[in-house]
């Protein structure tokens, strides 16, 4: 491949923040993920014994 650029191409840099941005990502969504999954049986046990009689 050639090093030349084509009128097509563009530089871009990846600001050093991204890095930062995506590790709270990451560790949010795991957060929510680890705490949802036993929490769901429990508030569905929840809503079948208080809410769904009524």
């Given at each position: 491949?050639?090093?030349?650029?084509?009128?097509?191409?563009?530089?871009?840099?990846?600001?050093?923040?991204?890095?930062?941005?995506?590790?709270?990502?990451?560790?949010?969504?795991?957060?929510?993920t680890i705490v949802?999954?036993?929490?769901?049986?429990?508030?569905a046990i929840i809503?079948?014994?208080?809410?769904?009689?009524?």
């Amino acid at each position: 491949m050639s090093e030349r650029a084509t009128p097509n191409q563009v530089a871009a840099e990846i600001d050093d923040n991204v890095n930062q941005y995506l590790f709270w990502t990451v560790t949010w969504v795991s957060a929510v993920t680890i705490v949802g999954i036993p929490l769901t049986p429990i508030v569905a046990i929840i809503y079948w014994v208080w809410y769904a009689p009524r």
